[in-house]
């Protein structure tokens, strides 16, 4: 197969994995348009079996797909003590980094999840679980879906997870070790404070899951503020003091990455975390 790229090696097996798109042509398609089909498949595809060849052909992929963006250690990440002399509780712990969160070398990152806990199935959606799914690989699904139908069984067939809750996996083909799942809370209409309350916890589940599997160092996602629609200014708020609380009340978390990936939401951050005292 020469001359054929790791994506068209998956894409070929991919679709060969689905009875409809079987015969779907894709020889004229270019680069990204290939890459788009890819991740089409992938989000749609159920957790179902799936075999050594395909997955062999999709870690392949994914890694050369994550060399290309470039991991990120978080020894190159400065803290906000360094990166502007904040004086808040635990500057030398906390960071502020815009970027791509698959990219992370993180002890985990953290995915803002649905109740149903398998990942965004809308095609190339711009959400973060749809984006973390897609980096982590088809294995993520099936964990998250393994996970579930255990739930399912002690809990009833219905059950669905709780806001607030979250639970740990792999991560796959992630540079991070492992992803955590929280269910943020979903705002119409005003803001009220069960919703805070809600993404109060939300941190503290996190957090906490961090210590329960000996994870020293998390970055968080804007938990609830894109599809979820919870006022950015005030999400910023409450992250950064339940974080500074669980600092100050716990040891084993090490640092605590605080990822955006809007320019808005940064300086949001960056208002909050550059400059004083947090009570």
């Not at 963006?69 to 509780?89: M, R, W, Y």
């Not at 020293?216 to 500074?244: D, K, L, M, Q, Y």
Request: aromatic share 8%.
């Amino acid at each position: 197969m020469n001359g054929t790229s790791n994506a068209d090696i998956f894409l070929e097996q991919l679709k060969h994995d689905f009875d409809e798109y079987q015969n779907m042509e894709t020889d004229g398609f270019s680069m990204t348009e290939k890459k788009n089909a890819i991740r089409s498949l992938m989000n749609i595809r159920m957790p179902l079996e799936t075999s050594e060849a395909l997955l062999a052909a999709q870690d392949h992929y994914l890694q050369e797909e994550l060399a290309q963006k470039g991991v990120v250690a978080l020894a190159d990440i400065p803290t906000i003590k360094e990166q502007f002399g904040s004086t808040v509780p635990f500057a030398d712990k906390l960071c502020l980094w815009q970027g791509d969160i698959t990219r992370l070398k993180a002890g985990a990152i953290v995915n803002a999840a649905n109740s149903q806990m398998l990942g965004c199935f809308v095609p190339c959606h711009r959400c973060i679980d749809n984006a973390i799914h897609s980096a982590a690989g088809m294995q993520l699904r099936a964990e998250c879906h393994q996970i579930m139908h255990e739930k399912k069984i002690r809990y009833g067939k219905q059950y669905e997870d709780p806001t607030g809750t979250a639970i740990c996996t792999r991560a796959y083909n992630l540079p991070c070790d492992y992803v955590i799942h929280t269910v943020g809370p979903i705002v119409y209409g005003g803001l009220e404070e069960s919703h805070c309350q809600d993404l109060r916890n939300c941190y503290e589940s996190v957090l906490n899951c961090c210590l329960e599997n000996g994870i020293s160092s998390v970055a968080f996602c804007c938990i609830s503020t894109g599809e979820f629609h919870f006022p950015n200014a005030e999400a910023t708020e409450i992250a950064v003091r339940t974080v500074t609380e669980f600092l100050r009340a716990q040891t084993g978390v090490e640092k605590v990455v605080f990822n955006v990936f809007k320019r808005e939401d940064y300086e949001i951050y960056r208002a909050v975390l550059g400059g004083g005292y947090i009570g």
